[in-house]
């Protein structure tokens, strides 16, 4: 009969000087940063191929406010006069013109009739500065437009989208 070893079974022995500690990372842990890492780069890759709203056609009513808006955004007074009726440009006083910096503008509804139709749309002001950062408020307004042959113009737009073809800026 071999002699049986008493005690507890043996566990290994201490490390050699020298050697490092290996020790096996947690692989809950891994699947966590793992899944971290998958989230990250999909937000990553949703804010950066964003861009711009696809445009609505222009034989539209609501093709016509969203291109008449982003002309005047961009500053050309131009091209927005482009699609207002005769009846608006008219309409226009110097006292009237607002500055259309830091807009957006968001299509709610649209109510289109044989003769006429209602663009709906949410406008976004940001103004900056201020004590606790910039302010912003939101106001629904709409668009007027009217049949011009083939096409829609433009009869009646927020004040905040208000153009005055051939006026000189204040």
């Known amino acids: 009969m071999s002699p049986q070893p008493e005690g507890p079974p043996e566990e ?18 891994l ?9 990250v780069i999909i937000a ?10 696809a445009p609505l056609a222009e ?9 008449y ?14 699609y207002l009726t005769p009846a608006a440009r008219s309409k226009c006083t ?8 830091n807009l957006r503008v968001t299509l709610v509804s649209t109510t289109e009739r044989p003769e006429s139709a209602d663009v ?11 004590p606790f950062g ?15 042959g083939n096409g829609w113009l433009i009869d009646a737009a927020p004040w905040q989208l208000t153009v005055c073809p051939g006026q000189v800026k204040q």
């Not at 022995?13 to 290996?22: A, D, Q, S, T």
């Not at 699947?31 to 989230?39: K, Y």
């Not at 005047?72 to 927005?80: K, L």
């Open 134 to 148: 910039s302010a912003e408020y939101q106001v629904e307004d709409a668009f007027d437009l009217v049949r011009s």
């Open 31 to 39: 699947a966590i940063l793992a899944a971290i890492a998958v989230i």
């Open 44 to 53: 990553l890759a949703v804010v950066f191929t964003r861009g711009e709203p």
């Open 12 to 29: 290994p022995g201490p490390e050699k000087p020298g050697e490092p500690r290996r020790t096996r990372p947690d692989r809950t842990l």
């Open 94 to 101: 110097p006292d009237a013109r607002p500055t259309a910096r």
């Open 59 to 67: 034989s539209t009513p609501a093709g016509v406010a969203q291109r």
């Open 69 to 82: 808006a982003a002309a005047v955004i961009a500053g050309d007074e131009a091209a927005a006069s482009a």
């Open 120 to 130: 709906r749309v949410l406008v976004t002001v940001s103004e900056p500065g201020g």
